[in-house]
């Protein structure tokens, strides 16, 4: 066994790491997220993991314990294990997920599904989010299996499935969760590695998908004082709800010090609208966003307020909405003189993901924090208001949840994904001291 100051000299085995990541992108076309047209086969890529692990699994004599666990058939997690007798604490990393983005071959300028390496550059989707630091975390436990680095602390890894998208419940990680899988990760910091830029992201901000339907009526352009434009309406009532939405939750004093690039925001990003012609009034649109919201508000506070404006405007006959023209209404009557209203809905599309606000003061954010400074020369923190699965409940439930990564935000989620050899080999130092000093800390 060795000790674990060997830790210091851990350097990222490049041919190893660029081989399985090669394999690991192969799949990645596979691995698409967004239900229905794609539902991804996590297994694919856990095929490759457990061939990787398996020559250092305890089934052939190894210190590895790797299980495979799978709720939903081809969607696998991964759970490896490096366990140590005298091991007085636990640590573990988690959130690394074996799914992607979906990709479009045809805005891409290489194959976003074959692992093309220019440079120091790793192209391929799944390179930053979140592939790459799952083939950087394997390559970091099989170096630990094969030097038998002795340990003060059990050490965890999880892969996990279905991140990118939460349509389709009970797959990955809030199965696990509620399989109690991750209790015993409570006693030790969790490092949830599914961020980017190398420095430690300290917050993120909770995603809450909106949909807000404008039922209108339909009728002849021409004739437009007799119909309720529903694009009109709903352009209008997004309008109003964005306003008190800005005017309820402003900037929060927190997130100066948590360096958060934005503050909490809500906007439509999507649109659908009935089939007609051009000279139709639409008799029904739908406009559909997300809030970001920072970890100082409440989720459901916030969505609460929301519906508010919404049942505000229906309640009042949409009075405190602009009208486009003479011609624009909301209520019309018909030929019989009957009156006919419009009406706006508002729904929330599933689960809303928490933010969270890191813990400034745990020794999961100092180990993090010095190992980052030891190996990059200076330690930035940063807050987005992108947003992760489950962190806001983990919390909640007493987890020391803190976040890193190491691909590249400017591509997150984009054309030409890449991430860089070079930040994944401060990746492993900066993990592999973490380690040790929690090692260290369990040994005093």
């Known amino acids: 066994m060795a000790s674990h100051d060997v830790l210091l000299d851990t350097e990222l085995n490049e041919e190893r790491y660029v081989e399985l990541l090669t394999k690991l992108i192969g799949e990645s076309e596979h691995v698409q997220n967004n239900p229905p047209k794609f539902i991804p086969t996590e297994d694919k890529v856990v095929q490759h993991l457990l061939e990787a692990l398996r020559p250092y699994s305890t089934e052939n004599g190894g210190p590895l314990l790797v299980e495979h666990v799978t709720y939903v058939p081809n969607r696998g997690n991964l759970i490896i294990k490096y366990l140590n007798e005298n091991a007085k604490g636990i640590m573990s990393f988690v959130g690394s997920h074996l799914d992607v983005v979906p990709a479009n071959p045809e805005t891409w300028e290489r194959n976003p599904f074959q692992l093309v390496r220019e440079g120091d550059r790793l192209y391929g989707r799944g390179t930053t989010d979140c592939l790459g630091h799952v083939a950087l975390i394997t390559e970091l436990f099989i170096q630990l299996a094969e030097k038998k680095v002795q340990l003060n602390t059990n050490l965890v890894a999880i892969f996990i499935a279905s991140e990118e998208n939460s349509t389709i419940v009970d797959v990955g990680v809030d199965k696990l969760l509620k399989d109690g899988r991750l209790d015993e990760l409570k006693d030790g910091p969790v490092y949830w590695v599914d961020s980017a830029d190398s420095q430690p992201c300290v917050g993120t901000a909770a995603a809450i998908v909106w949909t807000l339907r404008a039922k209108g009526h339909l009728f002849h352009s021409g004739l437009p004082h007799k119909g309720i434009n529903s694009l009109e309406f709903a352009s209008e009532a997004v309008a109003y709800v964005q ?23 809500m906007k439509p990003t999507q649109i659908r609208i009935a089939e007609g012609s051009f000279n ?30 919404v049942d505000e405007l229906n309640a009042t006959n949409f009075e405190a909405l602009p009208q486009r023209g003479p011609c624009s209404k909301y209520i019309v009557q018909s030929p019989e003189g009957d009156e006919i209203k419009g009406e706006l809905v508002l729904t929330f599309e599933g689960e809303p993901f928490k933010g969270i606000a890191c813990d400034l003061e745990s020794d999961g954010h100092h180990m993090l924090r010095r190992s980052t400074e030891e190996v990059l020369g200076e330690a930035k923190p940063f807050s987005i208001c992108g947003s992760l699965p489950l962190v806001g409940d983990l919390q909640e439930a007493g987890f020391d949840v803190q976040v890193c990564g190491y691909g590249h935000s ?17 990746a492993i130092r900066i993990m592999s001291r973490v380690i040790l000093g929690f090692s260290k800390k369990y040994a005093a």
Not at 243 to 265: C, G, I, N
Not at 410 to 423: A, I, K, L, Q, R
Request: hydrophobic share 30%.
């Open 243 to 265: 306003k008190r939405f800005y005017e309820d939750v402003p900037p929060h004093a927190k997130e100066e010090l948590y360096q958060f690039a934005t503050p909490s925001t």
């Open 410 to 426: 400017s591509v997150y989620h984009g054309d030409n994904e890449y991430c860089s050899v070079s930040s994944m080999k401060n």
């Open 280 to 309: 139709q009034l639409p008799p029904w649109t739908e406009i559909i966003g997300d809030i970001r919201l920072t970890p100082f508000y409440n989720v459901e506070t916030v969505m609460e307020k929301v519906k508010g404006y």
